[in-house]
C-alpha cells in the first residue's frame, strides 16, 4: 500500500499535499447541504471525502519518514508572525489518526444516525466535516499562532454537534462547553502565547525548543537559529509558570480541574461522543501539550531547570482521580468519559517525565487511546441503538446478545487496562521505562495504580455482559409486557454499518500492538529532532 501512495506522492507537491488534506473536508462541508434531500448521495459526499484525505494524508508519510518536513505559508499576519504549516513527525502522527478514524466513524455515523432517526443528520454531517479540517490544520500547524486559530475553529465546529439534540439538558451541555474551552484558550492559552512570542521571538515549532533558561546554552544545532540567540533567558520559576498557562489553557486536554466539559458533553450522539474522545478535540488538547512540551520547551530545557516537575504530579492526580470517578459512574458513556480523562492524564504524565523514551510513549499512547476508546464509544452507540440500553447494571447477559459489539468492547477495555496483545500496553511499557531509568517512582505507581483501577471499572462490565444472566424488566419499566421480560430478548446486534466499524477499530487495536512500526517511528524521529 505505502508503495502505491509513494507513487500516488510523486505527482503531486508537498504543498498540494498540504492544501488538500485541508481542502477536501472544507469542500465536503460546502458539497453535503446541496444533498440534503437525499441521504445517500449526502453520505457518499462524506464517505468519498474521508477516504480522499486519508489517501492525501497517508501519501504524506513515506516523506516524513524520509527526513522531509514539507512546509506551506498561507500568510504573513505581521513580520515574524505567519499563518503557515508545517507537517513533522508528530503532526503526522496525529493527521494519520483522524484522516483514518473519519473514514470509520462516518461509516458508524450512517448506521448509528439513521438508526436512531437523530434529527437534522445534514447538520451533523457539515459540522463534523468542518472539525476534521480544523483538526488537520492543527495537526499540520507550524507555529503556536496557527495553532491556536484552529484550536478555536476547532472549538466552534464542534459547539453545534455537542448540542445536536437541542434539549435543555443539551444546550446546558454546550454551555458548558464553550465557557470553559473558549475560557480557557483566551485566559491563559492566548497569554500563553504573547509571553512566548515576547520571551523567544518566534512562535515556530522547532526540535529542541525555543525557550531560553537562564544558565544554560540554548539548543543552537536544533534551535531556531538567529531568533533562539536573541531570546530572553528565563528562570525556572518564569519557565514553570509559563508552562502552567498552557497546560490549563489548553483545556481541550482536560487535566483536573478543566475537566468539567468532557463528561458533560456526553449528551451529544455517540458518533460524536467518538469525534471528542478519540478522532478530534481531546485528541488535539493532549497533542498540543506534547507538542508544546518538545518543540517550545524542549525535553531538555524542562529536565535541567526542573520547572516542569509540578507537571507529573498534577497529571498523576488527574489519572488517579477520574479513575476513581469512573469506578462509581452506572453511565456507560459517562463512565467511558471519566475513563478518558484518566487516560489523556496519562499522554501529560509521559510528557512530563521528561525523557526521550517516555516521549515515544505519550506519542504512542495517543495512537493507542484513539483506536481503543473509540472502539468503546462505538460499542456503547451500538448497545443503544439496538436495545436502547445505557446504563452498565442493565447490561447483564447482552454479550450473548451482542457477541461481536461486546467482544470488540472486550478488545478496547484490554486496551485501557493496558494488556497485550492490545496497543495500550506499548505506551504504558514505554512512560515505565522513561520513569525507572531516571529513577522516578511517582509515575511509576501512579501507572500500576490507574492499571489496577481501569481493571476495576471496565472487567465489571465484561462481567455482566458474558457471565450474567438478564435480569427481568420490571412491569413499569417502559416497553416491558409483563414480568417474564427481559432486557435483551427482542433484539440482536446494531446495523451492519455500526457493527463493521467497531469490528475494524477493535481490530486496530491489536494490529497495532503487533505492527507498531508506522507509530513508533514517527515517535522517535519526533524525538530526535528529525
Known amino acids: 500500500m505505502l508503495t502505491g501512495l509513494t507513487a500516488f506522492s510523486q505527482d503531486m507537491s508537498s504543498g498540494d499535499l498540504i492544501i488538500a488534506a485541508m481542502l477536501i473536508p472544507t469542500a465536503a462541508a460546502l458539497l453535503i447541504p446541496l444533498f440534503h434531500r437525499s441521504p445517500n448521495l449526502r453520505e457518499a459526499v462524506t464517505l468519498i471525502a474521508a477516504a480522499s484525505l486519508a489517501m492525501v494524508t497517508w501519501s504524506l508519510y513515506p516523506r516524513i519518514i524520509a527526513g522531509a518536513q514539507p512546509e506551506l505559508k498561507v500568510w504573513e499576519v505581521a513580520p515574524g508572525l505567519d499563518l503557515a504549516f508545517k507537517v513533522e513527525p508528530l503532526g503526522m502522527l ?172 456526553m449528551v451529544a450522539p455517540t458518533p460524536v461522543s467518538a469525534l471528542l474522545h478519540a478522532v478530534a478535540v481531546v485528541k ?19 529536565s535541567q531547570t526542573g520547572a516542569g516537575d509540578w507537571l507529573v504530579y498534577v497529571a498523576g492526580f488527574t489519572v488517579i482521580m477520574a479513575s476513581i470517578v469512573a469506578l462509581r459512574q452506572d453511565n456507560l458513556k459517562k463512565r467511558l468519559a471519566f475513563s478518558t480523562v484518566s487516560q489523556l492524564s496519562y499522554v501529560v504524565l509521559a510528557a512530563a517525565i521528561l525523557t526521550p523514551v517516555s516521549a ?76 525507572v531509568t531516571t529513577e522516578q517512582w511517582f509515575p511509576v505507581a501512579v501507572i500500576v495504580l490507574s492499571t489496577v483501577l481501569n481493571a476495576g471499572y471496565f472487567l465489571p462490565i465484561l462481567v455482566r455482559a458474558f457471565f450474567l444472566e438478564a435480569a427481568p424488566v420490571p412491569l413499569h419499566a417502559a416497553g416491558a409486557k409483563n414480568a417474564n421480560d427481559t432486557h435483551h430478548d ?38 530526535a529532532g528529525g
Not at 544558565?215 to 528565563?234: F, N, R, T, Y
Not at 436495545?387 to 447490561?395: C, D, G, P, R
Not at 457493527?499 to 477499530?505: M, P, Q, Y
Open 94 to 265: 496525529f493527521g494519520l489518526i483522524a484522516s483514518t478514524l473519519w473514514v470509520v466513524n462516518s461509516i458508524y455515523s450512517i448506521g448509528y444516525m439513521r438508526g436512531n432517526d437523530e434529527p437534522r443528520q445534514t447538520q451533523f454531517y457539515v459540522c463534523f466535516a468542518v472539525a476534521i479540517a480544523a483538526t488537520m490544520s492543527l495537526a499540520f500547524s507550524a507555529n503556536l499562532f496557527t495553532m491556536f486559530v484552529a484550536y478555536e475553529l476547532l472549538t466552534l465546529s464542534t459547539y453545534p454537534l455537542v448540542t445536536h439534540k437541542a434539549t435543555p439538558e443539551a444546550m446546558k451541555a454546550g454551555r458548558v462547553y464553550l465557557v470553559l474551552l473558549i475560557g480557557t484558550s483566551m485566559v491563559l492559552f492566548l497569554p500563553a502565547i504573547l509571553l512566548t512570542w515576547a520571551a523567544a521571538g518566534t512562535l515556530d515549532f522547532t526540535p529542541g525548543g525555543i525557550i531560553v533558561a537562564q544558565g544554560l546554552e540554548p539548543v543552537q544545532a536544533l534551535g531556531a537559529g538567529d531568533a533562539v540567540s536573541k531570546a530572553i533567558p528565563l528562570s525556572p520559576l518564569l519557565i514553570g509558570g509559563l508552562l502552567f498557562l498552557f497546560v490549563f489553557g489548553i483545556g481541550k486536554a482536560a487535566v483536573m480541574p478543566v475537566h468539567f466539559w468532557l463528561p458533560a458533553a
Open 284 to 302: 488535539a488538547g493532549v497533542f498540543s501539550i506534547l507538542k508544546v512540551v518538545v518543540y517550545i520547551f524542549g525535553i531538555d530545557t524542562l
Open 360 to 435: 515515544i510513549g505519550a506519542a504512542m499512547h495517543i495512537a493507542a487511546h484513539a483506536v481503543s476508546k473509540i472502539t468503546l464509544f462505538f460499542a456503547a452507540g451500538s448497545i443503544y441503538t439496538a436495545a436502547h440500553k445505557t446504563e452498565i447494571s442493565q447490561l447483564n447477559g447482552i454479550g450473548w446478545k451482542m457477541p461481536w459489539t461486546m467482544s470488540a468492547f472486550a478488545i478496547g477495555a484490554l486496551a485501557m487496562i493496558g494488556l497485550p496483545p492490545t496497543a495500550g500496553f506499548l505506551g504504558k511499557w514505554f512512560m515505565l521505562q522513561g520513569a
Open 490 to 527: 427482542d433484539h440482536g446486534e446494531a446495523p451492519f454499518p455500526i457493527v463493521l466499524a467497531l469490528t475494524i477499530t477493535a481490530s486496530m487495536s491489536v494490529l497495532l500492538f503487533l505492527f507498531p512500526d508506522v507509530v513508533l517511528d514517527l515517535a522517535k524521529l519526533m524525538v
